[in-house]
């Protein structure tokens, strides 16, 4: 599916004739959106899978359901991507020989019959920072302060928050949709009380009113939480795939793949609040504040 980055797009168009660049171009669409079904059909039943495309799209926060699914089939480990001409802009260059990451990028926009507006995409090649001459490898390591992490979770919650004791043994926190509040288990220890709030930070996001169903949303939750713990560096060693949430296998491809931007859209909606929060001018104050004393 992909192809070496020496042949540039402007160079195909020259080899082929408009209509075999046409039918080119159509063919390797079509081939990336069978592997999107064909991975999205697997990950409904392999637990494994499923938490390889949680783990990609909590480093590619920008990148859709779909492209996380592609990256996660094709190069699963990857930290920093970019498309051929974007490294070259940066100064770096690709590895003579390495293959691109096939995803999908928007085209034109097109008129559709019922006067709606749609977009076409194409296939766009971008590779990843291993795979180029860079220097920077990695990611530096950030140490973040778990206790910062977890006030700038629940900084704009959309609820009530309250601490109890009156709570099942075996539930850390849970969101009341009637009272709107959500009920946190007294004593925990900071990554517990963040694990267990940001899934129920989930379910009260999610809540639209009109009778909110929690066992319907469960999967989203549960999953846009483990995203979270994964981007702000919060251990996720009590997530459990072994066993993925029965609906999913009987799900068709666009339901499944809508559920999929869902757990997206939802991470990615608290991340943009903690975000917020630790760039506010607020918080830098008061970090100045403290180090002063």
């Not at 009272?179 to 963040?194: H, L, Q, S």
Request: charged fraction near 30%; include cysteine.
């Amino acid at each position: 599916m992909s192809e070496n980055y020496n042949k540039t797009e402007a160079s195909q168009k020259r080899e082929y004739s408009a209509e075999e660049y046409r039918l080119r171009k159509k063919k390797e669409r079509d081939g990336v959106y069978r592997l999107i079904d064909t991975t999205a059909e697997r990950m409904k039943t392999d637990g494994e899978l499923f938490q390889t495309f949680l783990d990609v799209q909590a480093r590619f926060d920008r990148y859709s359901a779909a492209n996380c699914i592609l990256i996660a089939a094709q190069r699963p480990e990857a930290t920093r991507l970019a498309d051929f001409d974007t490294w070259k802009e940066s100064g770096v260059s690709v590895n003579k020989g390495e293959t691109g990451v096939a995803i999908l990028g928007p085209g034109k926009e097109f008129e559709r019959g019922d006067g709606s507006t749609g977009i076409n995409y194409n296939v766009k090649k971008v590779f990843d920072i291993v795979q180029t001459n860079s220097k920077e490898r990695t990611a530096p390591n950030v140490t973040r302060d778990e206790r910062l992490i977890l006030k700038a979770l629940i900084s704009d919650a959309p609820c009530e928050l309250e601490i109890t004791d009156n709570i099942a043994p075996t539930v850390n926190a849970v969101y009341n949709s009637g009272e709107k509040t959500i009920f946190v288990r007294a004593g925990m220890e900071t990554p517990d009380i963040f694990r267990a709030l940001s899934q129920e930070l989930a379910h009260a996001r999610m809540d639209k009113g009109g009778g909110y169903s929690r066992n319907e949303h469960q999967g989203v939750a549960y999953f846009a939480s483990y995203i979270l713990c994964r981007r702000f560096g919060i251990s996720t060693d009590v997530y459990n795939f072994s066993r993925m949430p029965s609906q999913y296998a009987n799900m068709d491809a666009k339901t499944f793949r809508a559920e999929l931007g869902r757990i997206r859209d939802t991470a990615n909606e608290i991340s943009r609040d903690i975000d917020r929060f630790l760039k506010s001018p607020a918080k830098e104050k008061k970090e100045r504040d403290d180090g002063a004393r």
